[in-house]
Each structure stands twice: as structure tokens, then as C-alpha cells.
């Protein structure tokens, strides 16, 4: 098996999940080459994993802000997606049960090598945190799964994947400025107490390519960087896959 690898342009978070789904669904028809994409939001737009609830948005004060939202085909917490590159990989069917485990594990190092590429320190975390440290089970960037990426101790990359007819997609942000914070003010919660302590623990516990570097990062070196990285560590990957399937 081998990987593409494309640059797209921003678009709105309908047509960006809808290209997802559409690079799923080829993989699962028997492809033989993965896709990795990346690509930005024209706007900023909160994703809902597959399963969360369009209730569980303040849709009043979403439209006040002219901020749309869209359902994601993975799982996963609630994401504002604006100061961010997205990733997207999808993996053709295959044959053995370790593919999850494996893309998620090289996803992660190729991201870790490509922020370190750009000055940040950035860590893959093979264990992740256990749900207890999840204060809310709605919003990503408070817990760090496995094999996401931190920089000092603080997720900087969020994922979620979905297999489908043996294929797989995984998809994720990675932060570059510091926006995602915003989507405190967009969750119905019980209190504004809960509000409060929902944007600490959002704050400690994530941070972003210009928090850690202290500058702004043209997107052309931040994509090059990760296609470069891609490229060298998905060259790994495919070894791995094809001694799985001999």
C-alpha cells in the first residue's frame, strides 16, 4: 500500500466532512492508495462528533457569531475548528485488526515530527489519559488519547477515526493559534460557574504551534513541514502494513 498526499484549500465545514467521507468511502471500495489530506475552514465551525447531540449546542448565540456547525462521520467531543490545519487520512481495507492501532500510532509520529520541525517540542503519547481525567465528555483538547500529540504536557493535536466496510479514516486539528478556546462560550451547560471552569481546563490542558514557538508560522512551511514528515514516516508505515498482510 501506498500514500497520496494533497494540499486543499479552505472550505466550509459541509464540503471538508463531506470530501472526508468521500475519500472513506473510496478507500472501503478496494483502493490500493491511502489518502492524506490537508486542508483549513473557511469560517470558523464546530464539529460534533457522530453521535453528540445538535442540542447540546447554544444555536442562538452560534448564529449571533456567525458560526455554523456540521456533524463529523467519526466520533469523538465537540471541536471549533478555526485557527488550525486539518489532517485527514484514509486507509484502504485491510486484512488485519492492528491497521486502527497502527494508523493512529504513525499519524501521531508523523505529526510529532513535523511540529518539531517548526519549533515545537512536541511529545506522542502512547497511553493517553485515563477518562477520569476528562472533566467534560463533550469538548476535545481537556484529555489526551493515545497516541495523540503534546507540547509540554498539553495536547496540541485532537483525532477521532472511524472504520467503515474495513477501511479507515482518521481526521484531526492541529492547532496553530489559540481560537479553539472559543467554543466555551457555544456549549449549554448548567451554570455559568460550569462555563468558568470548563475554559480553565481548556486552557491548561491545550495549547498551539503560536503559543509554543511565540510566532506565526507561514501555512505554506507549516504544510510542507508535515508533508515532508508524512512522507518519511507513512514510508514506514506502508512496510509495516505490508508485512501484516504476507
Known amino acids: 500500500m501506498r500514500f497520496e498526499i494533497l494540499q486543499e484549500p479552505a472550505g466550509s465545514g459541509d464540503f471538508q466532512m463531506r470530501r472526508d467521507w468521500e475519500l472513506l468511502e473510496s478507500a472501503a471500495k478496494g483502493g490500493k492508495v491511502g489518502v492524506v489530506r490537508f486542508y483549513r475552514w473557511d469560517k470558523p465551525t464546530i464539529s460534533l462528533g457522530y453521535h453528540q447531540k ?4 447554544l444555536l442562538d448565540e452560534m448564529e449571533a457569531d456567525a458560526v455554523p456547525w456540521v456533524r463529523r462521520p467519526t466520533g469523538g467531543a465537540a471541536v471549533l475548528h478555526s485557527e488550525e490545519l486539518t489532517y485527514a487520512v484514509a486507509c484502504p481495507k485491510a486484512e488485519r485488526q492492528q491497521t486502527a492501532s497502527l494508523v493512529l500510532e504513525y499519524v501521531g509520529r508523523a505529526i510529532a515530527e513535523g ?9 506522542l503519547e502512547p497511553r493517553g489519559e485515563p477518562l477520569s481525567a476528562l472533566p467534560n465528555r463533550t469538548m476535545c483538547f481537556v484529555r489526551t488519547s493515545r497516541w495523540e500529540v503534546t507540547a509540554n504536557g498539553r495536547k496540541i493535536v485532537g483525532s477521532a477515526q472511524r472504520k467503515y466496510e474495513g477501511a479507515i479514516l482518521q481526521h484531526g486539528s492541529i492547532l ?19 462555563r468558568m471552569i470548563l475554559r480553565e481546563k481548556l486552557n491548561a490542558r491545550s495549547t498551539s504551534v ?6 506565526v508560522i507561514p501555512d505554506a512551511e507549516i504544510r510542507e513541514q508535515m508533508e515532508r514528515s508524512f512522507r518519511a514516516v507513512f514510508g514506514e508505515l506502508t512496510e509495516r502494513l505490508t508485512a501484516l498482510s504476507a
Open 176 to 194: 496553530i493559534g489559540n481560537d479553539h478556546l472559543r467554543i466555551a462560550e457555544y456549549l449549554r451547560l448548567k451554570s455559568e460557574h460550569d
Open 54 to 57: 445538535e442540542s447540546m449546542l
Open 115 to 123: 511540529l518539531r520541525a517548526i519549533g515545537v517540542d512536541a511529545q
Open 210 to 215: 503560536e503559543q509554543e514557538t511565540g510566532q
